[in-house]
């Protein structure tokens, strides 16, 4: 049986010739189809291999009856509908490494030529006027660049500007102190880092967390003539906020490779001089394109002729007999994960995970990468998934143990999860009720009854009458509905906990209410 591959993107020739020579597989190359047609094509199609111009949206998978692998030939997966893929069983694939180092590349390319405003002084000359004057730059040795997301790109971005004898500060939820002092950087909050930085560069995911993570506000914050760039995602930056502080000479200038709509043309920071940007071309180098296209050929191949993927983007397949045993604690495990890292503070260096009662009997490595899926996807998005959780959890330095106990408490089976960090350990725990569904029912060392679904509010604060009215009150004049209340205490007049689930998801502005209370330690919203 022959397997029909379909390309849709512009793929390099010699990277795609693991497929077209495999016996098995038949190639199709069509890089100009439409939507439409593309959504007609996809039903003979057992794989179909991307860059990033094709939209595979959920229409087209659910055309394509036959497909069974998606190859994105680069990182970013974001012009894939993920969840699409997942409910049709599709399992998607990228090539993560083989465009870090281009990208890296491209990333001191535009820095140097914003610090140097080399494009504005080409683009002169080439319109006939010599003018010196215009395009005096700055030099980048002494200065301080600010990596936000210290990935595989922003890492090799920091080493290179190290070599150009910059200093370098970071954030990224992973970093810790050991880690910064290996790499020779100073590390921060985000806030720390722009207030610190002359120039800015970001690389993380486009995520619900990072999108518009820098702002009106944070440009605020920032030196008066930092310069800034972005080769990661359009949307990481809010773009009409950076028109406002180029306008405003907050900021000096901004080096674009990506857009927040792509392509860009007629986009309106495109119309400022202090602009300089490349059509999304951090990729676009001849070597980048081959390692991609072989790494996702050769992906591709393995996956068409055995069943098994090395760079799994989406849900892995388990084995049906272990599947019907723990399918029913997939819920619960990844809730505690989600539930447990928004209590989290600092960085995360080790996740314990116990197994007991009936868990301590089965096979839970599925569910420990659940449950380190839900911890990691605040930060990771949809970087991480069941079958790379481990895998990143490793790349970030975090230890995991999972261990099988005795103490189930009362309980036929209990899954408890325990996160540290050098502020110290928070631990969250849960069950499966019989005939009843998921339960938390114990969070650090207070018990709890709590059905981990919805819109969740944490509140730790002081054990005293007229704590848990106000808290009540507040929210009703804001007419925010309370569905459920649970409270406990670890000794009298002590910390205790309120924690509530409510119609909606809480804004800053409501949560600083309830954080201003009288009493009142801590408020977290949580959305599991
Ligand atoms: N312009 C282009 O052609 C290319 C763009 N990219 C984009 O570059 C970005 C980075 O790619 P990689 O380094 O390969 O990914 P990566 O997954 O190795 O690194 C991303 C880092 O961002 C960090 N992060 C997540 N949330 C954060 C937050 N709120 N604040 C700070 N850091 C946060 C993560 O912990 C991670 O370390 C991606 O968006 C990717 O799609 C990648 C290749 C080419
Ligand atoms: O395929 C491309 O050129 C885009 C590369 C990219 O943005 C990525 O790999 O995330």
């Excluded at 497909?67 to 680069?74: D, F, N, P, S």
């Excluded at 993560?96 to 683009?123: V, W």
């Excluded at 590390?187 to 930085?197: F, P, R, S």
């Excluded at 459920?484 to 002590?494: A, D, I, K």
Aim: proline share 3%; aromatic share 4%; hydrophobic share 40%.
């Amino acid at each position: 049986m022959k397997f029909k591959v379909l390309i849709s993107d512009p793929l390099s020739e010699e990277g795609i010739l693991p497929l077209k020579e495999a016996e098995n597989v038949e190639v199709v190359v069509a890089t100009d189809l439409s939507p439409d047609e593309l959504a007609k094509t996809i039903k003979d199609f057992d794989a179909l291999l991307v860059r990033s111009q094709t939209k595979v949206t959920r229409e087209i998978i659910r055309n394509a009856s036959k497909l069974k692998i998606i190859g994105r030939a680069g990182v970013g997966v974001d012009n894939i509908d993920l969840d699409a893929a997942t409910e049709h069983g599709v399992i998607v694939v990228n090539a993560p490494d083989g465009n870090t180092n281009s990208a890296a590349e491209h990333t001191m390319a535009m820095l140097m030529s914003l610090a140097r405003k080399i494009p504005q002084a080409y683009f002169a000359l080439k319109n006939q006027k010599w003018d010196r004057k215009s395009h005096v730059g700055v030099e980048l040795k002494g200065k301080t660049l600010g990596v936000i997301g210290l990935g595989r790109i922003g890492a090799e971005v920091a080493a290179r500007a190290q070599g150009q004898r910059m200093n370098i500060i970071a954030y990224d939820p992973f970093l810790t102190a050991e880690k910064a002092e290996k790499m020779g950087v100073d590390y921060g909050t985000v806030e720390d880092v722009v207030k610190k930085a002359d120039f800015i560069t970001v690389h993380t995911p486009l995520l619900k967390e990072t999108k518009h993570l820098i702002n009106k506000d944070t440009f605020k914050l920032m030196k008066d003539g930092v310069q800034i760039v972005n080769c990661a995602r359009g949307g990481i930056i809010d773009e009409d906020a950076l028109y406002e502080a180029i306008v405003t000479k907050k900021v000096a200038g901004a080096a674009l490779d990506v857009f927040e709509e792509e392509p860009a043309v007629n986009h309106k920071l495109l119309e400022l001089h202090e602009v300089i940007a490349t059509p999304h071309l951090g990729a676009s180098t001849v070597e980048a394109q081959e390692n991609v296209a072989i790494d996702v050929s050769k992906d591709v191949l393995n996956f068409l002729t055995t069943g098994l993927a090395r760079n799994p983007v989406n849900l892995p397949s388990v084995p049906k007999e272990i599947m019907r045993r723990i399918e029913p604690y997939f819920h619960l495990s990844e809730k505690l994960g989600i539930f447990l890292t928004n209590l989290t503070e600092g960085v995360i260096e080790e996740i314990n995970i116990y197994y007991s009662g009936e868990l301590a009997e089965v096979e839970v490595a599925p569910l420990t990468r659940n449950t380190i899926k839900g911890i990691l996807k605040k930060h990771l998005g949809e970087h991480v998934n069941d079958v790379n959780a481990s895998y990143m959890a490793e790349k970030k330095g975090i230890t995991v143990n999972e261990q099988k106990t005795n103490t189930s408490k009362g309980f036929t089976n209990l899954l408890k999860v325990e996160v540290k960090t050098k502020e110290g350990t928070k631990s969250v725990a849960g069950t499966l009720l019989n005939g009843l569904g998921a339960r938390i029912v114990q969070v650090d060392t207070y018990s709890v009854d709590l059905v981990p679904e919805g819109h969740l509010v944490f509140i730790r604060h002081k054990d005293q009458p007229g704590a848990i009215g106000r808290v009540g009150s507040t929210l009703a004049d804001q007419q925010i509905n309370i569905a459920t209340m649970q409270v406990g205490r670890s000794n009298v007049g002590g910390e205790a906990i309120m924690l509530l689930t409510i119609d909606k998801h809480l804004d800053e502005q409501e949560l600083e209410q309830l954080d201003q209370l009288a009493d009142i330690y801590g408020v977290t919203a949580i959305n599991l």
